[in-house]
């Protein structure tokens, strides 16, 4: 049987709504624990997530933080859109601190269409 890469795409404020960003962190790391490949997408204000000191700030900050912290170690594929990370002010070395790596949406729309990998869209 194919498996299809999980791709769990956030763009919700954490300060907004955690739900989404800690949903997304759950199922990739359920994921990692069953040997499918999957992968946490930040984009727009979720890649406000790569500053811990805007995290600290967040309600639920300390369940956030671990969840992000403990992902990266639970070989958790997660990359931001650069273009959110520029326009926020969010720098390189806060993505790599949360294990990240800036990707294109271009990349993950490729392997969307070719059937490699599924979008699934959290906030």
Request: with cysteine.
């Amino acid at each position: 049987m194919k498996r299809m890469k999980l791709i769990f795409f956030v763009g919700v404020n954490p300060a907004t709504d955690t739900g989404p960003l800690a949903a997304a962190y759950r199922f990739a790391s359920a994921a990692a624990v069953a040997e499918v490949d999957a992968e946490v997408r930040l984009a727009g204000d979720a890649v406000f997530a790569a500053d811990p000191a805007f995290v600290a700030t967040v309600r639920g900050a300390a369940d956030l933080r671990s969840r992000i912290d403990s992902a990266h170690e639970g070989g958790v594929d997660v990359s931001v859109c650069p273009r959110s990370t520029e326009r926020r002010g969010i720098n390189d070395e806060q993505v790599a601190a949360i294990g990240a790596r800036a990707r294109p949406l271009s990349e993950i729309l490729v392997e969307v269409a070719e059937g490699r990998s599924v979008l699934v869209h959290l906030g």
